[in-house]
């Protein structure tokens, strides 16, 4: 590991202009290109104290042994100039997206005699005019299919074209009409060409003119009763229609954007581009990446315009770029788009209207294509083996945790804090087993506390199961607050199990505890373990902010390498536990604000609050009633309309609303609606 002080240039040295700058490791491989607007400050940032840097930026300048710089003269050229050295160098820490999948393109092979209409993949070739890329290569059949009727263009191979020549008979397309049988001289290669460059013209989005023209033929051939060619333009009319139909209308006609949008944390992103041609979604196409370096929404964005268009020129850059972020340096880039296009190209957010709801749509897209990628990198066997025997050895434990449980603390600014743990065996989620508490010792905001208090509690019924079992007894080591009784109160009922044979809710233990936070809630939770004697269950801590895992009574954190698939388990189940948390504290939450003085009644149903609210039509009207009125309401007798109007006397009416226009206090009329009753300390 080098130390960058080592390589730093001097003072001055770094000229104040813009280029593009190369970090080399000791073996003089490219590891990291970049470009700034002045290299003298963008270098100078990486020369600072390693402790204030990002760990990823941190680890390349600690790889790197030299760094190198190209003076240019524009930031367009330092555009260029970055993109064709990460090309040519391919350097490990920066972000590269690759395909999740190869999407198939339709192309048109105009650089041939013949040209020819096909499904094609991989790199683009000179002379080819290409439509899509399509999400599968059957929707480019269906729609080739219903345009060859209008456009009889050729589709078969090279051979299948010169074994028609040399017998003088066409395939089988040419004898429906699907193909207009250059093979064997139908139609001159003029016309062909011809018919390709239709073909091209009407894929490309420009089709209302090409069908007013259709139709416009159809009505001449029937007013000089020419039917069956009336008919049969009907019929291409028709077809061509139901191609269109397979590409919905989303943007104005007319309207050639590419929209991107990204979904990413902390690790990984996902990028979704939908083409949009003649206001029509022509093609789609996605990629996926790991975060090598530090950067943000902007540079995954200009990233991924550098590899969607930096080979491409002309038409194939749309007039309009829609992006969720705009890198920092978009003029540039905006210039470099132009430069490909050879014309204005707009690089924007959309505000409002149709393409932002598209956005929306694309940016749903890419959170689905990072889903499924990481439930796909999850559900490989040989990866969560891997990653198990990673974390295993990082936190140096005698053998791969099968089953890790992972605790985490909810709270909005120290109200309704509760708590959830969620359960991994043999690196999977087991919902089945995830359990959520309210916080009971204490009210208000402290993550510690709260941290020390759930992992007892849940620990606290792993003894009480053993000891029903006769596997453990008090006086088995366990520290003071950790005897029978304690373990049987922490229990309660929602612990507990019938014997019918069914495993017990706390009956098994992990051999690791993950808590989502840093030295702090590492060291609660290891100490109610050992005020409870437990000494074989292992805790660590991931801190969300640089992703470093904390282990108790350690000075410094466990860094694990960014492509760890340790790394990226742990981050799950701690991403697992966080979300469970949120739910459970916002549908807490929730029910608390719904909540209202029925229900403090103590036995007093749904039902019966409900029938109270509609004889009466309002709370206040409820509150005002005698005991006698109350009686009145079916099923409410006596005793609880005394406990009703009991409760309702003592309840605090909430404030009247003022109308802060005119000043006029607004009578309280409405329905109250009928709140469910609150959670009284119960966890799972």
Known sequence: MADPSSYRPQPGQVPDSPGVY????????????????????????????????????????????????????????????EYSWIKEYDPRFNVKYRDDKSYPSLAVTMNEEYPRVQVMRGPKKKG??????????WAIRETVDLMLRAFPVRTCSAGVFKRSAQIGRPCLLGYIGK???????????????????EFCDFMAGRTGTYLSRLEAQMHEA?????????????DDIGALRRAMEKNAVVLADATDADLVAVAEDELEAAVQIFHVRGGRVRGQRGWVTDKVEAVDTAGLVEHALQQLYGEEAGEAVPKEVLVPALPEDAPALGQWLAGRRGSQVSLRIPQRGDKKALMETVHRNAQQALALHKTRRAADLTTRSRALEEIAEALGLDSAPLRIECFDISHLQGDDVVASMVVF????????????????????????????????????????????????????????GADAADAADAAGGAGQAQDDGRPRRFAYPPQLVVVDGGRPQVAAAQRALDELGIDDVAVCGLAKRLEEVWLPGEDDPVVLPRTSEG????????????RFAIQYQRSKRGRRLKAGPLDEVPGLGETRKQALVKHFGSVKKLRQATIDQICEVPGIGRKTAETVAAALARAVPAA?????????????????PAGTSSERGTDR
Not at 183 to 195: D, I, K, M, Q
Not at 222 to 234: G, T, V, W
Not at 463 to 477: F, N
Request: hydrophobic share 35%; glycine share 6%.
């Open 22 to 81: 190369r970090f080399r490791d000791e073996h003089r491989r490219v590891i990291y290109v970049g470009k700034a607007k002045s290299l003298r400050q963008r270098l100078a940032n990486y020369f600072q104290d390693i402790a204030g840097l990002h760990p990823r930026t941190a680890t390349m300048v600690t790889t790197a042994a030299s760094v190198e710089w190209t003076v240019v003269s524009t930031e367009v050229e330092a555009l260029q100039l």
């Open 567 to 578: 790394l990226y388990l742990l981050q799950r189940v701690r991403d697992e536990a966080h």
């Open 222 to 234: 029937a007013e000089e009763m020419e039917y069956e060619k009336a008919a049969r333009l009907r």
């Open 128 to 137: 080819v005019r290409y439509f899509g890329p399509y999400a599968h290569a």
């Open 425 to 480: 065996e043999d690196g999977l989620a087991r919902k089945g087993e995830y359990r959520r508490f309210q916080i009971k010792t204490f009210a208000g905001q402290d993550d510690v506390r709260s941290m020390h208090e759930v992992v007892s509690r849940r620990f606290r019924r792993y003894l009480q199961e053993k000891l029903k079992t006769g596997e453990w007894s008090p006086g088995d080591g366990a520290a003071d």
């Open 179 to 197: 193909c207009s049988a250059p093979c064997v001289g139908r139609v001159t290669p003029e016309e062909h060409r011809e018919l390709a460059e």
């Open 656 to 672: 009247p609303a003022v109308n802060t226009a005119t000043g006029e206090i607004m009578e309280e009329e409405t329905p109250a």
